[in-house]
């Protein structure tokens, strides 16, 4: 039987550059993709019998638990907001960074506290997961969707859960990181049917990525 197209789905931006980086290293190429203004949004190599799609970050575990993508590319952050149903095969060791509660240094207080506090963020279940299973306190979350920083800065939250990579963005705004919810990096995630149905195909090319990590 001719093999069937293996699909990757990869999460915009920086991300999706540094795994093609990783996979042209084992010889997984995509010429088609390196055309930096094209419109296209789906690009094959059909050597390889392969074919590779960019997606907002979010959007990659949904395209991957309903088998529109066989693999995918993305941060921990957005498969532990996404919750979906797949399996996370490797760490790709880039993109390293972590989710962190921060705010002033005046709020420790009240996380030890326990005291009601709101907390805004972009990633309101990885928030919810962290206070309400793991610290067992209630909170109000606010669902923001950019320069979540600025939250406690105008009052809106006591603190915030975020992504911090440098501390750069926390240090120029005077905010701290006062608890570390999950260290994150990029993974790879396949789909739970592929991983049976081509199991050959999507084995080796885990293999072979983790020579080269
Ligand atoms: C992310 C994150 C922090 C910042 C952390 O924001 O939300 O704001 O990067 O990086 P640092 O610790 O190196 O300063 P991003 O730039 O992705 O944009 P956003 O504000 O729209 O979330």
Redesign the pocket.
Known sequence: MKDRYITVALAKGRLAKKAMEMFEKIGVTCREMEDEKTRKLIFVNEDLKMRFFLAKANDVPTYVEYGAADIGIVGKDTIMEEGRSLYEVIDLKFGK?RMCVCGPASARELLQNHTQIRVAT?YPNIAKDYFYNRKHQTVEIIKLN????LAPIVGLSEVIV?????????RENGLEVLEEVAPLSARMVVNRVSMKMENARISRLIRDLKTIL
């Open positions: 960074c972009k950019g320069s979540i920083e975020d992504i911090v990579e440098t501390g750069s963005t926390l």
